[in-house]
């Protein structure tokens, strides 16, 4: 299980942070109680066939509703939560991409719907951020799922604030764990970690 978190810190406010929890592998059998925590409100897209699932976790004192996904994506899961940052309406997406390609043109569709998301959201709000696993390498942008990433932030003016591998190996480090932002001179601190989860604990 993957999770990443932030901290938004206005001026004179104290700092609060969200979570988005990613590829968890847990279906509708699982009831929310098992995975509530105090102070914070819970928004989850299931498990589907081929995919991770993805849940959000927002502190309580901050406005946020679950938004309807504009449709379904070949490609891509994504779990889009409205709330307020500050004075400022944001979008957050969390996101998560199987490492399975299937299909010949799979490349063409997954470059074209994380772009298909994001001017969607741009037509709602102008903050936008997104949270998760694209299993896309940062740090390798000259391959072809490197640049996929790259080439989204380019287009639709984002900057990832995890700068360091997310994941690392005897063999291989890799960035796959994003924070993506059009606003990042509002963000303090960001991290993205691994940590190992028993469902029949909860959380």
């Known amino acids: 299980m ?3 978190s932030f901290f938004y810190r206005p001026r004179r ?3 609060r942070r969200r979570l988005c929890v990613s590829s968890l592998k847990i ?9 509530a925590i105090n102070n914070y409100h819970l928004f989850r897209n299931d498990l589907v066939e081929g995919g991770g699932g993805l849940m959000a976790y927002f502190s309580s004192v901050l406005p946020s509703k679950h938004l309807k996904q504009p449709k379904v994506f070949k490609t891509i899961e994504v779990l889009l939560i409205q709330s307020i940052f500050g004075a400022k309406d944001v979008i957050m997406m969390g996101i998560y991409r199987s490492q399975k390609v299937t299909g010949n043109n799979y490349y063409v569709t997954l470059e074209k719907e994380p772009h298909e998301i994001c001017s969607w959201i741009s037509l709602q709000k102008q903050f936008i951020l997104i949270m998760g696993d694209m299993n896309l390498n940062k740090l390798r942008p000259g391959d072809k799922e490197g640049k996929i990433l790259c080439d989204l932030e380019e287009v639709n003016g984002l900057e990832c604030l995890i700068k360091e591998p997310t994941r690392i190996t005897e063999n291989s480090s890799t960035l796959l764990d994003v924070i993506l932002t059009n606003k990042q001179e509002l963000f ?4 993205s970690c691994m940590v190992q989860f028993c ?5």
């Open 188 to 191: 303090r601190e960001s991290s």
């Open 199 to 203: 469902t029949n604990l909860g959380l």
């Open 27 to 35: 279906d509708e059998t699982y009831p929310d109680s098992q995975f």
């Open 13 to 15: 406010r104290p700092k």
């Open 2 to 4: 993957r999770i990443a």
